[in-house]
């Protein structure tokens, strides 16, 4: 290093990967330091990040408190695609950068989302408890594919992936929304053509989907707008039987009325890989439940997709920052 310069500091909050290897072969031959620390609380996150330069967040908070004691940060890098966990407003009165990483997932949080939506039809993880505990030819609602229709809530990346994916697997219909959707941005993102063979995805009303559809998944991101976004009323629009998966975030849904929506059968069934409180408690009423399938907030992981979210992240604080000066022995 030069005389009279420093090396960058970028500060990992969190670390879930296990080891940092991938983020060091990017960062430190340009200039960089790395360093990892185990944040749960934004004090911790504060007195960890006050010096750093960058900030690559995890699930750590990043609220009003935690960017109040950085001092020097110019940019924050989530991994991920969610913003949920970071203060917007807090980072832009301090000038500071925020990213994230969309579209590195998207493959997995659609195949993910379909395969919740084909054991909810038919009732693979239902049918797997029952084999476990001694059952045999199990009686269960299992209505045929080709009778339903799907309806996709949000129209972002993995939604439209989802669409591309169903699409050709033979449901009735497949219907989406989301708020600024139209039937032409649907069809230039799916580049349709009517001899393609495969189902149409149509654009939709809200209340129009929630009507219609006999499976309901959630694609949206988590704002103000959206918390809370499927509650009573919404639910009491659903068919009869209605199945609903998220991969989205736990919040958008109101957990009281999804249980009584289940309770009273207006739901046949839920598939959730996310909840507003992860883990979810031992003592959550949806972990008894044999109409619930629940996964661990693992849509979004694949081993690429991993590999994908860590490089993409590290390059992006590179592209946040003037790279620092280094030295012949620093690049080899």
């Known amino acids: 290093m030069a005389p009279g310069k420093r090396r960058l500091l970028v500060v990992v909050t969190d670390n879930r990967f296990g080891e940092l290897d991938v983020e060091r072969g990017i960062l430190e031959p340009a200039g960089f330091e790395l360093r990892e620390a185990s944040c749960t609380t934004e004090g911790e996150v504060a007195e960890a990040c006050a010096n750093a330069d960058a900030v690559l967040v995890n699930l750590a908070p990043m609220g009003a408190t935690a960017i109040a004691g950085l001092r020097r940060c110019k940019a924050i890098v989530r991994y991920g695609v969610g913003l949920d966990n970071v203060d917007l407003e807090a980072a832009a009165e301090k000038n500071i950068a925020v990213h994230n990483v969309p579209g590195y997932c998207d493959e997995e949080v659609a195949a993910h989302a379909l395969a919740l939506a084909l054991d909810l039809v038919r009732s693979t993880t239902r049918r797997d408890r029952a084999v476990r505990s001694g059952d045999w030819n199990v009686r269960l609602p299992t209505p045929r594919l080709s009778t339903l229709t ?151 992981y694949s081993d690429g997709s991993v590999l994908e979210l860590r490089k993409r992240a590290a390059e992006l604080v590179l592209r946040s920052r003037p790279r620092a000066s280094v030295t012949r022995d620093a690049q080899d």
């Open 150 to 300: 799907l309806g996709i809530l949000g129209f972002g990346g993995t939604g439209a992936a989802l669409a591309r994916m169903a699409a050709g697997i033979g449901f009735a219909r497949i219907l989406a929304w989301s708020p600024s959707l139209d039937q032409a941005r649907i069809d230039r993102t799916l580049a349709y053509r009517r001899n393609a063979g495969s189902t149409r995805i149509i654009s939709t009303a809200f209340g129009d989907l929630l009507a219609a559809s006999d499976l309901v998944s959630l694609h949206l991101g988590l704002n103000s707008g959206t918390k809370g976004m499927l509650g009573a009323r919404e639910f009491a629009l659903m068919k009869e039987g209605t199945r609903l998966i998220n991969v989205a975030r736990g919040a958008l849904i109101d957990e009281a009325a999804l249980l009584a929506a289940l309770e009273s059968g207006k739901l046949a069934g839920a598939a959730l890989d996310v909840n507003a409180i992860e883990p979810l408690p031992p003592e959550n009423p949806l972990r008894s439940r044999d109409d619930v399938v629940l996964t661990d907030h693992a849509a979004w």
